[in-house]
């Protein structure tokens, strides 16, 4: 089977406010999900780019980059910036010469600070909307949280085919 690459796939945003807790249960599954997918894999499998792609440390990484954006595209809902800010589309950081575990704190530290923002949102700032500059649609909190939680699961399930293409 042939997955739908991150790009070609199409959302469906304007959900309900009351579907908040669901979106931020799967970020904050993401570390663990990691975690457990890792643990015991040495440095050299986790850096390596297999078919010249991101390596898993890079794939973290670009996840904990993305969560700055997110945190700082919350922020512009709230005061009405449209456009939001744009995407990461390539790791800034060297993510292949650090260790697993402080890749890992960088995300986790990253993705506390954007729960946190979360939870600090009432139902008035749960309405208020942006439009994304890539996809052409105005998005709240929810959406984006939503949009997050999916591009979350599709660097998980890459992490899967490095795995399986390195024989792990």
Same mark, same amino acid.
């Given at each position: ?14 959900? @309900? ?18 975690? /457990? ?17 991101? @390596? ?7 996840? !904990? ?6 945190? /700082? ?7 009405? +910036? @449209?456009?939001? @800010? ?10 292949? !010469? ?20 979360? !939870? ?16 052409? +649609?105005?998005?709240?909190? +929810? ?20 795995? /399986?293409?390195?024989?792990?």
């Amino acid at each position: 089977m042939k997955k739908v690459e991150w790009f070609e796939r199409q959302f469906t945003f304007g959900v @309900s406010p009351g579907l908040l807790p669901f979106y931020l249960e799967r970020l904050q599954g993401t570390l663990p999900r990691l975690e /457990k997918k890792l643990a015991g894999m040495s440095e050299d499998i986790l850096s390596n780019r297999l078919d010249g792609k991101w @390596s898993i440390k890079q794939n973290i990484g670009h996840l !904990a980059e993305v969560d700055e954006i997110a945190n /700082k595209r919350i922020d512009e809902m709230l005061k009405g +910036v @449209s456009p939001m @800010s744009p995407a990461v589309f390539e790791p800034k950081g060297d993510y292949n !010469a650090k260790p697993l575990r402080e890749v890992l704190a960088l995300f986790e530290n990253n993705r506390k600070e954007n729960l946190k923002k979360y !939870a600090q949102l009432n139902d008035e700032g749960l309405g208020k909307a942006s439009l994304h500059p890539r996809l052409k +649609v105005m998005m709240t909190p +929810v959406d984006l949280a939503y949009f997050d939680a999916e591009h979350d699961d599709h660097h998980l399930v890459r992490i899967n085919e490095i795995l /399986k293409g390195l024989g792990k």
